[in-house]
């Protein structure tokens, strides 16, 4: 498959593709924020199948700048214990990305932050990954985390039906990743770039002296056209002020997994945590 | 998120294992380590049973059991000329396991091995091996506690640990370059057997080779340099468990269908949302959601057939074979043998059996279910 088409695109068409980018919420967060955005993940489905809802209207509420909603798996691989486990019940509970979809077909009505969906390719490559966008941008879901769907891969074969649907990709790097490949990274990205802390799998629970320092520092310096969120291993104030110093903002998972699965009362315990962090 | 880790192998790895410095160390362990060439054995009296010729490709008698060493002698090969000093692998019933903690001994590098905590306890002897080998063998608790969990445990280590860690992958499984690399080392298998077959037949291409598939390493190696030749026909042996047209079953060609696991887009047992749903089998072995993206090529071509064989007529040719020839097979070797009750063949058809490993391991199964 090749995209070369999009050369001899007319520049109107450009313009009204560059008009709709910045329509997408994620780019106008961005816009209107540079620093401090604080991003929250979450297992749909998990702790109770029908708590999607109620989780992000109360992360929204308290402040929380952008959601990560979890599409479970059965085989997290980038994933450490607390997300293992939470995808684990969640399935357990019945969750699905047809039941997802539906649970989150009003969520726009009210919620208005961005949301990126997060989750593993094999699910939305059976759903199929041209209706999964289409549904996305129904819904109003502005961008996606597949960390097991390589550049390569997604630019073969996906990128048209992602850029038909205003949806980002959110891609990933690493402290191994070499700084031509990050440039290669930044070129292909739209929205932002989801900068893994350290080598390591999510809730890793790394103190702040462990973070690589230079690659934060390296990354920060190399001028890129897109904004950076730190995660993996941000779990409280002082690793979230910590990340913040070298990005935009950062992102929370397991650590919010965590106070879910133990929680009797949301409201209270999602409040908490966010004034924990911010 | 391993694109570091797998890209330095998908640049290095064709240069290292085509160097002359490493086909030379690496044939001289096969022949003086593992013991190859592997005998490739006519066995009279299940021929006549059949009333066909039968050859057995003897990967049982392999150093530690089966043809599993092929593979880690290489690969460990690989991990010293790429500088790691670390290995990890995943195992299921324990051989690749114990293969890889036997070469990690051999080269005195840092062995951790992911099982299943489930197979932890149904392969005690082979965790014992291992620990003896000087491994660290890590239960894993995750989903449903066997291979696929060990395998996603691997990857998982291996993410944590990108700059001083090599994952010997056991099989025909996980990201290019694994499936080609594994393929590649497993290939003396049927290199062997074409000098072998012309020795002893005359002609170096025989009707047919069967070889069981879980991941499918043996039968890729049994299949490699017969593929281009259009007349051999090749055929794997799925694990039918109970039976495919039962939840219990680890015949993934036969109820699976395409989607992407470990890194591999290939045929998989999955549900209509794309979750990875848990295989069955007799043979802890062949007990995996997926198989090599090799066999899903062949299948669809129609280059190979595959064909799947229940838990009970597994049993049944592992005694036949058993009280024939002398020979107790692997349980998961005993699914080729189960395959020639279900083909026409004809007196002077020669059917090669790769013996993928020995029954050492299985006899606890064995004794149970016959009785003795």
């Known amino acids: 498959m090749s995209f070369c088409h999009y050369q001899n695109e007319l520049p109107s068409i450009l313009k009204e593709k560059n008009k709709q980018k910045m329509n997408n919420r994620i780019n106008q967060l961005f816009q209107n924020k540079q620093n401090n955005i604080l991003s929250i993940y979450f297992t749909a489905g998990f702790p109770n199948l029908n708590d999607t809802i109620e989780i992000i209207q109360e992360l929204e509420k308290n ?25 684990e019940k969640a399935l357990k509970n019945g969750m699905s990305l047809n039941l997802l ?18 989750g593993y390719i094999n699910p939305v490559y059976q759903y199929g990954v041209e209706r999964f966008c289409k549904k ?14 390589p550049l390569d891969e997604f630019k073969e074969f996906y990128q048209s039906y992602f850029e038909a649907n205003n949806l980002h990709n959110i891609l990933l790097i690493t402290p191994q990743t070499s700084e031509s490949r990050i440039r290669e990274i930044d070129k292909s990205s739209s929205g932002f770039i989801y900068m893994v802390s350290s080598a390591s799998t999510t809730g890793a629970g790394k103190k702040v002296e462990d973070f690589h320092r230079d690659y934060f520092e390296k990354v920060q310096n190399m001028n890129l056209k897109n904004p950076r969120l730190i995660g993996f291993g941000i779990s409280d104030r002082a690793t979230f002020k910590n990340a913040c110093d070298y990005a935009s903002g950062a992102i929370i998972g397991s650590a919010f997994v965590n106070t879910l699965t133990h929680s009797t009362n949301f409201k209270e315990d999602i409040s908490g945590f966010v004034k924990s962090i911010l | 998120m391993m694109y570091t880790n797998i890209d330095e192998l998908k640049r290095r790895y064709l240069e290292i294992i085509e160097s002359e410095e490493f086909r030379k160390e690496f044939d001289q362990l096969l022949k003086n380590y593992v013991g190859r060439p592997s005998p490739l054995y006519y066995a009279s009296r299940l021929s006549e049973h059949y009333g066909t ?24 090969l690989l991990a010293e000329k790429l500088g790691k000093p670390r290995i990890i692998a995943e195992t299921g019933a324990g051989q690749h396991g114990v293969a890889t903690a036997t070469v990690c001994a051999l080269k005195g ?39 696929k969990d060990a395998t996603n445990e691997a990857m998982r280590d291996w993410i944590n ?42 002609s170096e291409l025989p009707t047919r080779i069967l070889a069981c598939v879980g991941g499918g390493s043996n ?37 699976g269908s395409p989607g992407i696991l470990h890194s ?35 299948f669809k071509s129609g280059r190979a057939k595959y064909l799947a064989a229940t838990d009970k007529e597994v049993l049944q040719a592992a005694l036949l074979l058993t009280q024939k020839e002398g020979i107790i097979p692997a349980l998961e070797s005993a699914h080729a043998l189960a395959a020639l009750e279900m083909l026409k063949m004809k007196p002077d058809d020669v059917n090669v059996i790769n013996l993928s490993g020995s029954g050492n391991k299985d006899m606890e199964t064995y004794l149970d279910y016959f009785g003795y």
């Not at chain 2, 209509?272 to 997926?290: F, K, M, R, V, W």
């Open chain 1, 63 to 87: 402040g929380v700048d952008l959601i990560e909603i979890g599409m479970p798996f059965s085989d997290p691989t980038a994933d450490g214990p607390t997300i293992q486990q939470s995808s």
């Open chain 1, 101 to 118: 979809f539906d649970q989150l077909k009003e969520i726009r009505s009210s919620v208005n932050i961005p949301l990126i969906l997060m």
């Open chain 1, 136 to 149: 996305c941008a129904e819904i109003g879901i502005d961008g996606t985390i597949l960390p097991d769907l």
């Open chain 2, 53 to 76: 010729k039968i050859f057995l490709k003897r990967e049982d008698l392999n150093h530690t059991g089966s043809h599993k060493l092929n593979n880690t002698v290489g690969q460990i």
């Open chain 2, 109 to 147: 590098l840092k062995c951790v091995v992911y099982m299943g905590a489930l197979d932890v306890s149904r392969q005690a002897p082979n965790v014992k091996k291992m620990k003896m080998l000087g491994a660290e063998v890590i239960p894993v608790h995750s989903g449903n506690k066997t291979l």
């Open chain 2, 161 to 202: 640990n990108p700059v001083d860690t090599h994952y010997i992958i056991g099989s025909v499984v996980g990201p290019h370059p694994y499936p080609d690399m594994v393929a590649r080392f497993q290939s003396v298998i049927s290199k062997e057997m074409k000098s072998q077959l012309l020795e002893q037949t005359g």
């Open chain 2, 219 to 255: 039968a890729a190696g049994a299949f490699y340099h017969f593929l281009d030749d259009e007349q051999v026909e090749l055929i794997g042996v799925e694990a039918a468990g109970k039976g495919v047209d039962t939840d219990e079953t680890a015949a993934t060609l036969t109820v």
């Open chain 2, 264 to 298: 591999s887009r290939t045929y998989l047992m999955q549900n209509n949302d794309g979750q990875i749903t848990e295989p069955y089998s007799i043979s802890a072995g062949l007990d995996y959601p997926g198989i090599g993206p090799i066999h899903s090529h062949l």
